[in-house]
């Protein structure tokens, strides 16, 4: 379970109430405790690893405090890419693995189909996800050396998977991909990517197909559920009670991103070779991308 990223520095506070993600609460209750609840259900909670990085103490004194019996294991370069967190959750790992986000949930009945099929890799996929993302993904021990692939420690890959998302004249199929400037080993969207990748990788697929257009998803070998039904996670801080619930909080955090919006113009005021040259250089990415 996936619990160490920092989350966009503009849609979370990093100075007051910073915490993971995870541990803010979303109606009514902390979103970890919910999906831990989740993997309860499933008879998984003992050979459960909640990989940590951002403020991993804060979810250690959590779980000091529940009656939750999992392992907390902490990646120290969750800054460098969200790679390092999978790398790190599988280490030493020598059975089949169910990769889950410990701030996404979906329904109960979609993860038990996923545990109970006999395969070297499966994924769940909603309609509210990026075309060929997968919410969660069940991989057997067999297969887990595909994440330990040192290529997607790199930027090379993130360009070939973009590609294969897109049409022959680089419009992205389904769901609206970030520019090429916007993809990043430090991004979120490195993970999926990683996840793509190895699915066109055992699926052995050269394009991905339109899903708005008809075309038909081939994912043979690998079973899939695309109907999984899914519960929402917190993308921005506004969606939290303790944001809903706080007009001084409201306050703290619309003046903590407005004051890092003036600390960003005044950097691209004093530095404008440098801003030009990165401007410069992400138009040459998106070109040949």
């Keep these: 379970m996936l619990a160490a990223g920092m989350g966009n520095p503009f849609a979370f506070p990093l100075i007051w109430p910073a915490k993971p993600k995870c541990l803010y609460s979303f109606k009514g209750k902390i979103q970890l405790q919910r999906v831990l609840e989740d993997v309860r259900a499933l008879g998984l909670e003992e050979k459960t690893r909640i990989v940590i990085g951002y403020r ?8 000091r405090k529940s009656d939750f019996k999992v392992e907390l294991v902490e990646n120290p370069r969750y800054r460098e890419s969200a790679i390092y967190s999978v790398l790190t959750g599988i280490e030493g790992v020598d059975e089949d693995v169910l990769l889950m986000f ?11 189909r996923l545990i109970q099929t006999d395969t070297g890799l499966g994924f769940l996929m909603s309609k509210d996800f990026l075309y060929y993302c997968s919410i969660v993904l069940k991989v057997g021990k067999e297969k887990l050396d595909l994440f330990r692939d040192q290529r997607y420690l790199s930027d090379e890959f993130l360009a070939d998977a973009r590609r294969f998302l897109c049409d022959d004249s680089g419009r992205p199929l389904g769901k609206v991909l970030p520019p090429p400037a916007g993809i990043y080993l430090r991004s979120g ?4 990517f ?31 559920d695309e109907s999984a039904e899914y519960m929402g996670d917190l ?4 969606q939290t009670d303790e944001y809903r619930n706080s007009a001084f909080v409201r306050f703290v955090f619309h003046l903590e991103v407005a004051v890092r919006l003036v600390e ?26």
């Design 56 to 63: 991993g103490e804060r979810i250690r004194e959590f779980i």
């Design 102 to 112: 410990a701030d996404e949930r979906i329904k109960l009945e979609s993860l038990r």
């Design 189 to 192: 969207w490195a993970l999926d």
């Design 264 to 289: 960003r113009s005044v950097t691209i005021l004093k530095h404008p070779v440098r801003t030009l040259r990165s401007l410069r250089n992400r138009l040459r990415r998106r070109k040949s991308s």
């Design 235 to 238: 993308d921005r801080f506004w």
């Design 194 to 224: 990683m996840i793509i990748d190895i699915i066109r990788r055992v699926c052995k697929l050269n394009k991905a197909t339109d899903p708005i257009g008809g075309g038909e998803r081939d994912f043979s070998p690998v079973p899939f």
